[in-house]
T-cell receptor
Framework: GDSVTQMEGPVTLSEEACLTI???????????LFWYVQYPGEGLQLLLK?????DKGSNKGFEATYRKETTSFHLEKGSVQVSDSAVYFC????????????FGSGTRLSIRP | KAGVTQTPRYLIKTRGQQVTLSCSPI?????VSWYQQTPGQGLQFLFE???????NKGNFPGRFSGRQFSNSRSEMNVSTLELGDSALYLC???????????FGSGTRLTVV
């Protein structure tokens, strides 16, 4: 079945460092891809999404490009802030069942001032 | 506009009891999904309701059930609670089931 694999955490960076969180997926169809973020004690917030190959999702300085050839959707940010500390989830949903989102295991990101 | 609202935020129940969680989707959204989040299993899909009908279902036992009302509000019920049911239960909604659901803050259920 469909699945998502993302890099293990925790990831600790200094403020203003560059961030990359790797994510690869396995899917039989043409999924939509997402990054969700979860702050302590909160639910999930949709950070960005891409619905077809070569699409780039972006939001709040974060970017991810839907790479069908490498089945990847890596999250990147050029300069992280302390406020970016959270758990990040890569996810996919199939076009025929958009409600059934399959999540990766999450990557905890901590930013030092 | 208001987001997805889940009540209550926290709940403590005893093993063997049953519990009902509530979710109010964003106004106008007709698709509501439920997820269970645990440290061991991560985020797992429970079920989706659209226009009062269950449209998708995950791999959970029949103790987990749900329903949706005509105003799109949804409830999730867990009967005969087990210790392993302790989790954060998240509700999400979208207009008609398209990609990119909006999640609520969750209900944290603790079973003792």
């Amino acid at each position: 079945g469909d699945s998502v694999t993302q890099m293990e955490g925790p990831v600790t960076l200094s403020e203003e460092a560059c961030l990359t969180i790797n994510c690869t997926y396995t899917a039989t169809g043409y999924p939509s891809l997402f990054w969700y973020v979860q702050y302590p004690g909160e639910g999930l917030q949709l950070l960005l999404k891409a619905t077809k190959a070569d699409d780039k999702g972006s939001n709040k300085g974060f970017e991810a490009t839907y790479r069908k050839e490498t089945t990847s959707f890596h999250l990147e940010k050029g300069s992280v802030q302390v406020s970016d500390s959270a758990v990040y989830f890569c996810a996919l949903s199939d076009y025929s069942s958009a409600s059934k989102i399959i999540f990766g295991s999450g990557t905890r990101l901590s930013i030092r001032p | 506009k208001a987001g997805v609202t889940q009540t209550p935020r926290y709940l403590i129940k005893t093993r063997g009891q049953q519990v009902t969680l509530s979710c109010s989707p964003i106004s106008g959204h007709r698709s509501v999904s439920w997820y269970q989040q645990t440290p061991g299993q991560g985020l797992q899909f429970l079920f989706e309701y659209f226009s009062e009908t269950q449209r998708n279902k995950g791999n959970f036992p029949g103790r987990f059930s749900g329903r949706q009302f005509s105003n799109s509000r949804s409830e999730m019920n867990v009967s005969t609670l087990e210790l392993g049911d302790s989790a954060l239960y998240l509700c999400a909604s979208s207009l008609a089931g398209e990609a990119g659901y909006t999640f609520g803050s969750g209900t944290r259920l603790t079973v003792v």
